[in-house]
């Protein structure tokens, strides 16, 4: 089946369906990593975008239960260059195409993805639509310039889990209670079992299992959940997870936030988290052009001067020249200097714009839940 992928500025690609029959509408950006599609189409953080691999061939290992990072793919539409018709991979039990089709995700294949790249990289992000079949793509471009901005659009409310639910029950549930497929085991555990209670903004799982692998037990609060609910379970620390949107549409977890930090849990903040903990300390935060996604960004860690290969996944930033003072700057990205960490001066709170839970993506970064451990204990 055809398929057209179109733009608003104007451009458009013709290939063929990869996936679901239909129509999809997002903001279409790309990913450089050349493995990990499946944990990149159920990454909740790609809610309401299209997504574009880079690398020439997708879907050559198939899917497999195990390598979700949420219970269902969260991307408004797929781009690839070619997809493999082959799965080899001995814990497939589906192919790329199946996959898609199976959870009507709409995908095009057969494009020239690196000029469509390009595009993206000099002109900034841009809204767009895949469709199939026979479809007229001046009219696709008219819709793509119709779908709403990503400024100020609040995603999270769409990802975010409806009731509270402990992590380490419902992964034994799922068969994901074993951390070793996932990251290597730490090498010291906490000294004893943490309560850590958990924003889900649309959280990844390697995240839950990493804190989970270290010896935490955790509650996952839907994002509305108001600070004091969390705060009477008496949890040893508050983790603000990943996820999708302008973490300036989210008023009511950037006053909940504010909250927490009021008082003196520890907390530690990942991408979006990240972000909603600079607006809550009275930062500021603005989109990138294109962001960043992938798995080979090198991150400068401050303390150690030790530069980390990293896991990214985000549309827009802290400004660092807004942080308030008692916050500092811990990490900067050496692609662009752009803000990628901070940690308060005297207080356990800290977050980074990066994912140290990999998945997929270097495991350089997962000392920072080590860091939170710590904290908590201490």
């Known amino acids: 089946m ?9 451009t458009f690609y013709k290939g063929v369906a990869a996936g679901a029959a239909g129509e999809a509408r997002g903001e279409v950006v790309f990913n450089t990593s050349m493995t990990g599609y499946q944990e990149i189409l159920t990454d909740p953080s790609y809610a309401g975008q299209i997504v574009t691999m880079t690398a020439p061939q997708i879907g050559n290992y198939g899917t497999a239960p195990s390598d979700v990072e949420s219970d269902t793919p969260r991307v408004a ?3 690839v260059r070619e997809q493999s018709p082959l799965a080899s991979n001995w814990r497939s039990t589906s192919s ?7 959870h009507k995700i709409v995908a095009i294949a057969d494009i020239d993805t690196r000029a469509l790249t390009r595009v993206l990289r000099s002109a900034g992000v841009m809204r767009g639509v895949i469709a199939t079949g026979h479809v007229d793509p001046h009219e696709l471009v008219e819709k793509a310039r119709a779908i709403p901005r990503m400024e100020g659009a609040d995603l999270v409310s769409v990802v975010s889990c409806a009731q509270p639910y402990e992590w380490n029950a419902r992964s034994a549930e799922w068969g994901m209670a074993d951390e070793a497929e996932f990251g290597a085991a730490p090498e010291r ?13 649309g959280v990844k799982f390697n995240i839950l299992r990493r804190l989970a692998a270290y010896g935490c037990d955790v509650t996952v609060y839907p994002a509305s959940t108001p600070a004091a609910t969390l705060l009477a379970s008496q949890p040893d620390g508050v983790f603000l997870s990943n996820g999708p949107g302008d973490p300036s549409a989210v008023p009511y977890a950037i006053e909940n936030v504010k909250q927490l930090l009021a008082g003196d849990v520890p907390l530690f903040g990942i991408c979006l988290g990240h972000q909603i903990l600079g607006l809550a300390a009275g930062a500021r935060t603005f989109k990138l052009k294109f962001g960043h996604r992938g798995g080979n960004h090198p991150v400068k860690d401050h303390a150690s001067g030790k530069v980390e290969i990293t896991s990214q996944n985000h549309g827009f930033a802290v400004d660092p020249e807004s942080l308030p003072s008692g916050l500092v700057v811990t990490h900067t990205n050496l692609y662009d200097g752009t803000l990628e960490g901070f940690r308060h001066v005297s207080r356990p709170v800290f977050s980074v714009q990066y994912h140290p839970e990999a998945s997929p993506g270097p495991h350089d970064a997962d000392y920072l839940f080590r860091q939170f451990i710590d904290a908590m204990e201490a």
């Open 189 to 201: 555990r906490a000294s004893r079992r943490l309560k850590v209670a958990a924003y889900d903004f």
């Open 96 to 102: 790329l195409r199946e996959y898609l089709t199976r």
């Open 2 to 10: 055809n398929a057209v992928l179109a733009l608003e500025d104007g």
């Open 77 to 79: 539409g797929f781009i």
